[in-house]
T-cell receptor, first 115, second 113 residues
C-alpha cells in the first residue's frame, strides 16, 4: 500500500458526459501528479500540482482540468468524454519542494470506461 | 524531448531463468532512471532507481546499471520466480526543470513454473 488513495476504482459512463476522479496523497506529500495509461498512448504525464498551485503540464487535453485543494487532495475533471478517453488514470504524490527530486508514490488508479 | 525505448513484450520465461529487459533513453543532461513494476490489478511500484552514471540500482534480486555511454538501463535478474510475473516499465526523470516521469511502453513478463 503506497498511502495514495484514489476513488472511484472503476467508472463507467457514456460519451459526452463529465466525470471527476479524486486523489488523496500520502500524508505530508505536497505534490500530486496525474498520469493516464491507455493502450495506444501508454503511460503519459498529464499535470502536476504543488501545494495548491499548478507546477507542470503535460499532454493534457483542454477538455480535462485538475485542481489541488487546501487539504492537498486533488481532483481530475474530464468532460465531453470520448471513447478514446477510456484509460487507467493514476495519481502519484511526492514530498515535493524547491529543488526536491523525491520519489513518486502511485495510487491504485481509476479505470474509466466510456461507452 | 525526452524518450524511453523499452524492449517489446510479451516475454515468457521458465522459473529460474535469467531475465533481461532492455531499456534505452534519450534525454538532455543526466536524468534519473527508474524501473517500475505493475502487478495485475495494482498501481505502479518503484522497483529500483539510479540517479547518476555508473550507479547500480537493486531490489528483490533485480539489478540495473546506469550506462551513460550507451544511454541504457537494462533490467536483469538471475533467477526469476512465478511471482515476478508483472508489467515492467522503464522511466526517466529530469534532474532539472519539471519532475514528470517519462515512461517506456512497458514489458509484460510471464513466468511459467
Amino acid at each position: 500500500d503506497s498511502g495514495v488513495t484514489q476513488t472511484p476504482k472503476h467508472l463507467i459512463t457514456a460519451t459526452g458526459q463529465r466525470v471527476t476522479l479524486r486523489c488523496s496523497p500520502r500524508s505530508g506529500d505536497l505534490s500530486v501528479y496525474w498520469y493516464q495509461q491507455s493502450l495506444d498512448q501508454g503511460l503519459q504525464f498529464l499535470i502536476q500540482y504543488y501545494n495548491g498551485e499548478e507546477r507542470a503540464k503535460g499532454n493534457i487535453l483542454e477538455r480535462f482540468s485538475a485542481q489541488q485543494f487546501p487539504d492537498l487532495h486533488s481532483e481530475l475533471n474530464l468532460s465531453s468524454l470520448e471513447l478514446g478517453d477510456s484509460a487507467l488514470y493514476f495519481c502519484a504524490s511526492s514530498v515535493g519542494g524547491a529543488g526536491g527530486r523525491n520519489e513518486q508514490f502511485f495510487g491504485p488508479g481509476t479505470r474509466l470506461t466510456v461507452l | 524531448g525526452n524518450s524511453v525505448t523499452q524492449m517489446e513484450g510479451p516475454v515468457t520465461l521458465s522459473e529460474e531463468a535469467f531475465l533481461t529487459i532492455n531499456c534505452t533513453y534519450t534525454a538532455t543532461g543526466y536524468p534519473s532512471l527508474f524501473w517500475y513494476v505493475q502487478y495485475p490489478g495494482e498501481g505502479l511500484q518503484l522497483l529500483l532507481k539510479a540517479t547518476k552514471a555508473d550507479d547500480k540500482g537493486s531490489n528483490k534480486g533485480f539489478e540495473a546499471t546506469y550506462r551513460k555511454e550507451t544511454t541504457s538501463f537494462h533490467l536483469e535478474k538471475g533467477s526469476v520466480q512465478v511471482s515476478d510475473s508483472a508489467v515492467y516499465f522503464c522511466a526517466l526523470r529530469p534532474n532539472f526543470g519539471n519532475e514528470k516521469l517519462t515512461f517506456g511502453t512497458g514489458t509484460r513478463l510471464t513466468i511459467i513454473p
